[in-house]
């Protein structure tokens, strides 16, 4: 069925009730996509003084982007938490699920804390530092970088959830057809303390056996870029995404680019019907998808 933006919304709506069964993931890997998630589309805002120049308390919050058409996602990571609030964010085609109560910061904090890899964890010190000040008890540690395996983890997971992009290519007006299949991941080259975000990049792209690259570089904010070059680097992707797979609506143009990566794998992208159901399943990807398909959060990360 071909959703209109209104049945789209009634239908993400339906699926706020879905109860999550199947197979029940480890607290660890929901800890570690989390922290994706909140590294690529999350904001954590920590105030320098107690009171505004109204007089009025400031509080800390901890904030996730989600797409509009990912409701159903923020409405289950809001379920496992237990905290926050998911508000429609003005005048844009996303929500906005914040946390901004103590016990809500405390415990979204401990399941985080250690596991990030950009300078976000800057501000997650801040917010540490806050907690503690707030209630001494606490004791929180202020972690070091992450550094272990991107294939230990589902952290790239959520990073990708945020930020990647399973990209299909067909250039068709030359008299050989290019066909091609890669993943794209990009990031500002500095955030906003002007602090450079190259080296986890560079993991990220060593891990897919391909190398950053610098775009974009006349425009008021620079952005590295990273893009799978080659077959293998695909396949790792695969088996990572295997292992640690996605849940919003990214899910569904990754399992469509599988279908392309396969005619990859046997070598057969130049023939005139393959390149015909390849600008067949390229032509509802990303921002052309009509249909939405839900049963694959079944398998989401349960911490109960």
Same mark, same amino acid.
């Given at each position: 069925? &071909?959703? @209109?933006?209104?049945?789209?919304?009634? /239908?993400?709506?339906?699926? @706020?009730?879905?109860?999550?069964?199947? !197979?029940? &993931?480890?607290?660890?890997?929901?800890?570690?996509?989390?922290?994706?998630?909140?590294?690529?589309?999350?904001?954590?805002?920590?105030?320098? +003084?107690?009171?505004?120049?109204?007089?009025?308390?400031?509080?800390?919050?901890?904030?996730?982007?989600?797409?509009?058409?990912?409701?159903?996602?923020?409405?289950?990571?809001?379920?496992?938490?237990?905290?926050?609030?998911?508000?429609?964010?003005?005048?844009?085609?996303?929500?906005?699920?914040?946390?901004?109560?103590? /016990?809500?910061?405390?415990?979204?904090?401990?399941?985080?804390?250690?596991?990030?890899?950009?300078?976000?964890?800057?501000?997650?010190?801040?917010?540490?530092?806050?907690?503690?000040? %707030?209630?001494?008890?606490?004791?929180?540690?202020?972690?070091?970088? !992450?550094?272990?395996?991107?294939?230990?983890?589902?952290?790239? #997971?959520?990073?990708?959830?945020?930020?990647?992009?399973? @990209?299909?290519? +067909?250039?068709?007006?030359? &008299?050989?057809?290019?066909? /091609?299949?890669?993943? /794209?991941? #990009?990031?500002?080259?500095?955030?906003?303390?002007?602090?450079?975000?190259?080296?986890?990049?560079?993991?990220?792209?060593?891990?897919?056996?391909?190398?950053?690259?610098?775009?974009?570089?006349?425009? &008021?904010?620079?952005?590295?870029?990273?893009? +799978?070059?080659?077959?293998?680097?695909?396949?790792?992707?695969?088996?990572?995404?295997?292992?640690?797979?996605?849940?919003? +609506?990214?899910?569904?143009?990754?399992?469509?680019?599988?279908?392309?990566?396969?005619?990859?794998?046997?070598?057969? %992208?130049? !023939?005139?019907?393959?390149?015909?159901?390849?600008? @067949?399943?390229?032509?509802?990807?990303?921002?052309?998808?009509?249909?939405?398909?839900?049963?694959?959060?079944?398998?989401?990360?349960?911490?109960?």
């Amino acid at each position: 069925m &071909r959703s @209109s933006s209104k049945f789209l919304f009634l /239908e993400l709506t339906c699926c @706020s009730n879905l109860v999550v069964s199947g !197979d029940r &993931r480890h607290k660890s890997n929901f800890s570690y996509y989390l922290t994706g998630l909140i590294e690529g589309d999350g904001t954590i805002i920590v105030p320098k +003084t107690e009171r505004s120049v109204k007089g009025k308390i400031n509080y800390p919050s901890l904030k996730i982007c989600f797409h509009l058409k990912d409701l159903p996602l923020a409405l289950l990571i809001q379920k496992n938490i237990g905290h926050g609030s998911i508000n429609k964010k003005k005048g844009a085609n996303a929500y906005i699920f914040t946390i901004n109560n103590f /016990e809500g910061l405390v415990f979204i904090t401990q399941l985080i804390n250690g596991k990030f890899r950009t300078p976000k964890i800057y501000a997650l010190n801040d917010l540490i530092d806050w907690l503690n000040n %707030k209630n001494s008890k606490l004791n929180l540690i202020k972690n070091m970088f !992450d550094n272990s395996s991107l294939m230990s983890n589902a952290w790239l #997971s959520g990073f990708i959830e945020s930020d990647g992009h399973f @990209s299909v290519r +067909t250039t068709l007006i030359n &008299r050989y057809p290019k066909i /091609e299949c890669k993943f /794209e991941l #990009s990031q500002r080259q500095n955030d906003h303390n002007n602090r450079n975000n190259l080296f986890f990049l560079e993991t990220i792209a060593k891990f897919l056996l391909t190398v950053v690259k610098s775009i974009k570089m006349n425009q &008021r904010y620079p952005q590295y870029r990273l893009r +799978t070059t080659n077959l293998n680097g695909n396949i790792i992707l695969e088996n990572y995404l295997t292992l640690f797979p996605l849940f919003g +609506t990214k899910y569904l143009d990754y399992k469509d680019w599988l279908l392309v990566l396969k005619f990859f794998k046997l070598k057969q %992208k130049k !023939d005139d019907l393959i390149i015909n159901q390849i600008i @067949s399943i390229k032509s509802n990807m990303n921002d052309k998808r009509t249909i939405f398909n839900w049963d694959h959060l079944q398998n989401f990360y349960n911490l109960s």
